[in-house]
């Protein structure tokens, strides 16, 4: 361990985006790296952590001492590299990176004590007189704990406790080391494992401890791929190391922390962006105290403070929603995989529908793989059929064909459930002049307003731009004029309502649910069976159980084919068939209709074949031959301002100066899909290279030959997910 002693001087990385940390005078105590330092910063301080030696030890400028140093425990090693090498990859200040990691300053503060612990007072004082209700107390004050605890655990209210530690019936005991609370017990009896899911989990018990690994755990929708990866941690818990599983949307996980405690007898410690003040505080402190031992978690939790991380598992991993685009733009699972080498220790991705780049890692021998052939519980695949939309449309303004329709009645009538799926919040998502054509659009975006009925308004779904519908057209000033076109969710519940009046309805969508307690509630009153029809967005798609699903209706199967994404056809491929996965559960079998207009798609034609394993071979000979990823890379710039000429000006700019390199192709400068956001005109340059070029080096390289004006920002995406 490097010290550095009072005189000398330090790097320290504040978490904000200058370009490197900057040089202190080190204070009468001496500092390790990793070390949490409050440091003068212009006339404020600045929380921030010790990072190395200065870069230059030969300058002579003259630096500003440490206040003081923080008595938290220090930043380690393998997060400070982790910290570097993001930075490094995705071209942004390690301070951006770094800020992330601190992302809950008030954890650093000093911690109030704990409270002090009562116990029952021996001898009682004298002519003390023990009614009923104190002698509950007195018994349960046989071990120490707070008032709050003793109340609860006693059956009566806090001022009886109050009143008996006043008069001298309850001692305090002084208050000890903070509690770590209840842990996952690795030898809490589980469920009982089929032969596949122990072969599986016994070969990732072994990786636990043995350094560096990334294994693919694939299996079918039910195919019980979460125990398996349960007894990863649970040999992580017996090795006395840290778990950390990312999942995509944390909100939504219900079902998995129930089956977390039933598996370890205890919930494991949650991160995610809904948490309250008071309970990121708390995870943040157990987590880097090293007491929290087991996090399930958002992309974020990536940066979660581990001392001691013995395995990290990427559930989903072919989530979309693993890539953020904003701010620092990183994979989660790619960066996972990163954190596992920096560390050298196990990672686990877990899917039903691998990404190519996963796939392409295991056919390369990158990583190793498992697979979970058959569904846990003996139930069959569900049998996928498509609707051709062009000879059994539905009615005009409607959009549950013909055969589906028949299909939901015949499921209904035999008192089983069924959901319908459409990717698409709101009611409508476009709104236009039925006299002069005139739509309304965003004003700080590309992108047309969606009406809520639920909310009585229309919103912007990038921006959140909201308004109520004009009375007449801005255009033409016709009146009562505008007319919802194509539908949302809440357009298809109203349909179905109409056609089934029996039925309970119920709409799943992310804006109809204020937070995970919402949505846990509507899941179990599925699960209850108090809804027979459910209409849902992708949030329906993300691991729920309901055993008597029997029919998925898929509303528009060619909603994710639009746009010419690269990914578009496999997004589509993994969404549907997550969503079909929905339907039939052990003895009930499930039946899926998918609506399309594109019989012929070859990503509609695999998931009616359930051939998975063609489509990605398919899939993936596009990509190879078109040197696309995961086979090439790719890297977006996006240029962005309030001042469209400036930014048009300075895109084209940076074209002119780019440096010649063969190996890379420059594309745009072109104005990015959503030209404008949140009041921000936007024009993307795309880079495209072979896999061995390095786009980094060069994009530093791009980019230092230019000087921007204050008022302009680059974005640098490296890998990007969306084209927007
Ligand atoms: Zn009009
Ligand atoms: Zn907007």
């Known amino acids: 361990m490097i010290n550095f002693l009072p005189g000398d001087r330090v790097a320290v990385l504040l978490p904000v985006p200058l370009p490197g940390p900057l040089d202190y005078l080190v204070g009468d105590t001496p500092l390790t790296p990793g070390d949490f330092v409050r440091v003068p910063l212009g006339k404020h301080f600045s929380t921030g952590v010790v990072w190395g030696p200065v870069a230059d030890p030969q300058a002579d400028f003259i630096c500003r001492p440490v206040k003081e140093s923080l008595p938290v425990a220090p930043l380690s090693d393998e997060l400070r590299r982790f910290i570097d090498w993001v930075a490094s990859y995705c071209l942004v200040p390690q301070g951006a990176v770094l800020k992330m990691a601190m992302s809950v300053p008030k954890a650093l503060e000093p911690e109030k004590p704990p409270p002090p612990r009562l116990i029952a007072a021996d001898p009682l004082p004298e002519g003390y007189k023990v009614t009923p209700t104190r002698a509950r107390v007195m018994e349960a004050a046989w071990v120490p704990q707070s008032a709050a605890d003793l109340a609860r655990t006693a059956g009566v209210g806090a001022e009886t406790v109050k009143a008996m530690a006043a008069a001298g019936a309850l001692a ?12 996952p017990d690795p030898h809490h009896p589980g469920p009982t494992l089929s032969p596949g899911q122990r072969a599986a989990a016994d070969t990732l018990r072994a990786r636990i401890g043995a350094g560096f690994a990334v294994t693919l755990l694939e299996g079918v929708t039910g195919s019980g791929k979460t125990e398996v990866y349960f007894e990863a941690i649970a040999q992580a818990l017996a090795a006395g190391r840290q778990s950390l599983v990312l999942l995509p949307e944390i909100a939504l996980s219900a079902q998995l922390l129930a089956r977390f405690e039933k598996r370890f007898g205890v919930l494991p ?6 948490l309250g003040d008071a309970e990121r505080r708390r995870a943040w402190r157990a987590i880097s105290r090293g007491h929290a031992k087991v996090v399930v978690g958002a992309r974020s939790a990536l940066f979660l403070p581990f001392p001691d991380l013995g395995l990290v598992v990427v559930d989903e991993e072919h989530d979309g929603s693993y890539k953020q685009d904003e701010g620092v733009c990183y994979h ?19 899917s039903a529908t691998p990404s190519l780049e996963t796939a392409a890692n295991v056919e390369a021998g990158r990583y190793g793989k498992l697979i979970l052939p058959s569904r846990h519980g003996g139930a069959s695949l569900p049998e996928v059929a498509l609707v051709d939309l062009r000879r059994d449309p539905p009615p005009r303004q409607q959009w549950i064909s013909p055969p589906l329709q028949q299909a939901v009645a015949t499921c209904l009538e035999a008192g089983e459930q069924a959901l319908l799926f459409l990717n698409r919040r709101g009611y409508a998502p476009l709104t236009l002049c039925r006299t002069c054509g005139f739509r309304l659009q965003c004003p700080h975006c590309t992108a047309w307003l969606v009406e809520h009925k639920a909310g009585g308004r229309l919103q912007c779904h990038h921006c959140g731009h909201y308004a109520r519908r004009p009375e007449e057209c801005p255009n033409c000033q016709a009146e009562e004029s505008f007319t919802a076109c194509g539908p949302g969710v809440e357009r298809v519940a109203e349909e179905a309502a109409m056609l089934f009046p029996e039925a309970r309805i119920a709409i799943m969508a992310s804006d109809l649910l204020p937070g995970p307690k919402a949505a846990a509630e509507l899941v179990a009153r599925m699960a209850r069976r108090e809804i027979d029809l459910l209409i849902g967005t992708q949030i329906v798609a993300k691991g729920h159980h309901f055993p008597l699903l029997t029919l998925v209706g898929v509303i528009d199967a060619d909603l994710g084919l639009a746009g010419g994404d690269l990914r578009a056809a496999e997004r589509t491929y993994q969404l549907l068939s997550q969503v079909s996965g929905r339907a039939g559960r052990a003895e009930h079998p499930g039946r899926v209709l998918l609506q399309t207009y594109q019989t012929e798609a070859k990503v509609l034609q695999a998931l009616a074949k359930g051939d998975a394993e063609g489509f990605a071979r398919a899939e993936a000979e596009d990509r190879r031959a078109g040197g696309w990823p995961p086979y090439g890379r790719l890297a977006a710039l996006i240029v962005s301002g309030a001042d469209s000429p400036m930014v048009e000006k300075v895109a084209q700019q940076l074209a002119r100066v780019a440096p010649r390199d063969p190996s890379i192709e420059l594309l745009g400068p072109a104005p990015a899909p959503l030209a404008l956001l949140r009041g921000q005109h936007r024009r993307r340059l795309l880079l495209k290279s072979p896999k061995q070029t390095n786009l980094q080096a060069y994009i530093r390289h791009w980019l230092g030959l230019l000087k921007l004006p204050y008022n302009i920002r680059v974005q640098v995406d490296i890998d990007p997910y969306s084209f927007l």
Do not use: K, N, Y
């Open 332 to 350: 989660a699972r790619d960066m996972a995989v990163v954190r596992g080498h920096l560390g050298g220790l196990p990672v686990v991705l877990a």
């Open 172 to 183: 305090e005991v002084e208050g000890g080391e903070i509690d770590a609370g209840p842990q």
């Open 269 to 274: 410690t949650v991160w995610h962006s809904d």
